[in-house]
């Protein structure tokens, strides 16, 4: 059997190579994670296949290659690898790889380049089902592959509540039958990856405790339902020079160090590895990242920082997993809003909000379910509401949650979408009211839906007049310079496929109709 030799800087995306060269009939000798280890290994083992990754640690794929090249000209190499960079294709064949392969990709691409190499035969076969293996949607699993990730650590801090909110949704998971069994290394990886995230933040605050120090005053919540303008007024927050948004390679990736690697931030290819992973994993992600790409640089929902807790409404829109939602609906949140405050601090840290500024809070699940425990851990935080009438929304709405669910499941009930997100939003508007009557509630403004279309300009202007922001001199200027690049797609939802009438959602949502 050939002998492989699997480099990446990612312990997941090795294990995934790694199986997948075995199903292929490989013998996987050894691994690697960076430039050195890689050398080293490549001279003791002697591999007949390496797999390379470009972006390591402390050098690059490209260092490996041309180190390799020099002492052996048989050996076939296939560079893996998320990187962009002009060029990069040209420069690793000159220097003799003998394919290039870019992520994300499926198993029978892989597959097709090794064919293409002569490292396999034309008859070999494999399959996604084949090479999911990597870690299994159990605890121990799940812990065990986060503490490798994070190079061994193993202390979680001195608030291990997140552990119930875990275990309730793994729990869920199982009991509701919510993933498909093609699925389960997909879904496992994401909540590993939410365990890495709080070993490093536990890891980072360790060695940087004046992080805890750092002062969020007078953050600006946006507080709404889905699809009443909050993605734009988010957008338009975030061009006031004024503002600290958090972009979405920060919320991915907080406690990643701020460096740079060829001129970008050095989470950015982080976040990639993660999308790339998951639309490796799971073809029906992958097929929703290729008609919507996300945008790293971009302002995000600060969503991906409460996922970190394991206590977000945003799993109960993911999957049907009922349980979870009962239990969730039960929990005091003020836990999770400190920790999503510390976790904004370590953001802060890294790049501080403009003198005179404010931070954007966002997050299109939680803060109007969750306001009560919000003001209660910010209770200076100026929040806004956007208003539009819900049956102008609903079909939008459950539209979202079903692609969202089918990337997961193979069937999905739209008539209980339906049901799920009449139940779903009014929740959070009737806790958000009873938030709004309790002694020392936030500061709050609320925006009509159709204000925001016709002057988004002047809404902007009156949220910073109204919470006494600073204003900006350029403002105007990058608000209608954004405009110009804003579409509004025609949107074909219909209600009559989730079981709703206009009249019906109208008799719902009464007591919370916009002004």
Not at 353 to 382: I, R
Not at 450 to 464: E, Y
Not at 471 to 486: C, G, H, P, Q, R
Request: glycine share 6%; aromatic share 8%; proline share 5%.
């Amino acid at each position: 059997m050939p002998k492989c030799l699997v480099v990446d800087d990612s312990v997941f995306t090795r294990g995934l190579l790694k199986n997948l060269l075995s199903a292929l009939g490989h013998t996987i000798v050894g691994e690697a994670g960076d430039v050195g280890p890689a050398l080293k290994a490549f001279e003791d083992l002697s591999p007949d296949l390496v797999t390379l990754d470009v972006v390591m640690p402390s050098g690059t794929g490209v260092d490996v290659l041309r180190q390799i090249r020099k002492t052996n000209k048989k050996a076939k190499v296939i560079v893996v690898t998320a990187s962009g960079q002009a060029g990069l294709d040209k420069e690793v064949i000159d220097l003799g790889a003998n394919a290039i392969l870019h992520k994300p990709f499926t198993a029978e691409e892989f597959r097709a380049k090794l064919v293409t190499m002569g490292a396999v035969s034309a008859t070999s076969g494999t399959s996604t089902a084949k090479v999911t293996k990597v870690i299994n949607l159990t605890k121990d699993s799940i812990v065990a592959a986060a503490t490798e990730q994070s190079n061994g650590l193993t202390d979680w801090g001195e608030d291990t509540s997140f552990w119930q909110a875990f275990d309730s949704l793994l729990g869920a998971m199982t009991k509701d039958k919510a993933v498909r069994e093609k699925d389960s290394t997909a879904v496992a990886y994401s909540l590993c990856t939410l365990l890495v995230n709080r070993l490093l933040i536990q890891e980072y605050v360790k060695n940087n405790p004046k992080v805890k120090n750092i002062k969020i005053q007078r953050p600006l919540v946006i507080a709404c339902l889905q699809r009443t303008g909050d993605m734009l007024l988010h957008s338009l927050l975030a061009r006031d020079p004024k503002a600290r948004p958090f972009l979405l390679y920060e919320l991915m990736i907080p406690h990643f160090p701020s460096e740079k690697t060829n001129g970008e931030d050095a989470r950015i290819n982080v976040a990639k590895e993660y999308f790339i992973l998951e639309s490796l994993l799971n073809e029906s992600y992958r097929q929703m990242r290729t008609q919507r790409p996300a945008e790293y640089d971009k302002p995000a929902s600060g969503v991906y920082l409460l996922a970190n807790s394991f206590a977000t409404r945003h799993h109960a829109v993911q999957y049907s997993i009922p349980s979870y939602q009962e239990w969730l609906a039960k929990q005091d949140m003020t836990k999770v809003y400190e920790y999503l405050r510390l976790q904004m601090q370590v953001l802060l840290a890294q790049r501080p909000c403009p003198d005179e500024g404010y931070v954007v809070m966002y997050d299109q699940v939680n803060n109007l379910y969750n306001l009560g425990a919000l003001q209660k851990v910010f209770p200076d935080a100026c929040v806004v509401q956007t208003h539009r009438r819900a049956a102008d929304a609903m079909a939008e709405w459950c539209a979202f949650i079903e692609k969202d669910r089918l990337t997961r499941c193979d069937k999905v009930d739209p008539h209980e979408i339906g049901r799920f997100a009449i139940k779903f939003h009014l929740e959070s508007l009737k806790r958000a009211d009873a938030a709004r009557k309790q002694p020392g509630a936030a500061k709050r403004l609320d925006v009509p839906f159709d204000d925001l279309m016709k002057d988004p300009v002047g809404v902007v202007s009156r949220i910073k007049k109204h919470f006494g922001y600073t204003e900006s001199a350029d403002l105007k200027k990058n608000i209608e310079t954004f405009m110009k690049t804003v579409s509004t797609p025609k949107a074909d939802y219909l209600l009559d496929r989730y079981g709703l009438t206009k009249e019906q959602i109208d008799k719902e949502f009464g007591p919370y109709l916009p002004m």
